[in-house]
């Protein structure tokens, strides 16, 4: 039986049921608030299943690394979320643990911009503000080029990701810093600003 459709408190429950990892929890709402932000920029009707696709997108990754991805369906199914949600999720993790393909709009934002939330995250930790709100796109962009920085972000994937898109990548790295920026304080990257 399918739900009409998530909320968003809905969401943040599961996520908690099935993460305890503070770090996890903090980049499941950096993702959501730059879904929410590009769902903003590309005015799309539907913001909240933006946010909420991008809440959970991890969901099976800390009691499953093994089946990342794979895992979710079943979850999402036995409680009882629409499709186009679960196919969503899965598709972030297209090429590395998933086959499913980004194909709409939101799946390849969410593919684009799950990694580079981790790079923008590591970038804004070493700065002396230890913040994502005076963080530059050029800082970034600098780290990017640096192979042994925050060595386990995979920047073929967000190469990947801005080609399905056909957006700048300092479009795409400028928009992700403003979403995080949004949501700073929750995910631990206000620093001392």
């Not at 042994?148 to 700048?168: C, D, P, Q, T």
Request: glycine letters at 6%.
């Amino acid at each position: 039986m399918s739900k009409a459709n998530p909320t968003r408190d809905e969401a943040f429950e599961l996520l908690k049921k099935y993460n305890s990892n503070e770090a996890l929890i903090r980049h499941a709402l950096a993702v959501e608030a730059v879904m929410l932000h590009f769902a903003e920029i590309f005015e799309e009707p539907d913001k909240e299943k933006w946010g909420i696709i991008g809440l959970i997108h991890d969901l099976d990754y800390e009691m499953y690394p093994d089946q990342h991805c794979q895992k979710v369906r079943d979850i999402l199914t036995k409680v009882g979320w629409p499709e186009d949600y679960i196919r969503a999720v899965q598709s972030h993790g297209w090429g590395i643990c998933s086959d499913v393909e980004p194909i709409e709009k939101m799946e390849k934002v969410l593919y684009t911009i799950d990694e580079l939330t981790g790079l923008i995250t590591a970038t804004a930790l070493l700065r002396p503000s230890k913040s994502v709100l005076d963080l530059k796109t050029k800082s970034v962009k600098k780290k990017w080029n640096q192979k042994s920085f925050a060595a386990g972000v995979n920047r073929e994937v967000i190469e990947k990701g801005i080609e399905l898109l056909g957006l700048e990548r300092d479009f795409i790295i400028d928009e992700t810093i403003k979403g995080m920026q949004k949501v700073a304080e929750e995910i631990g990257l206000k620093g001392n600003l």
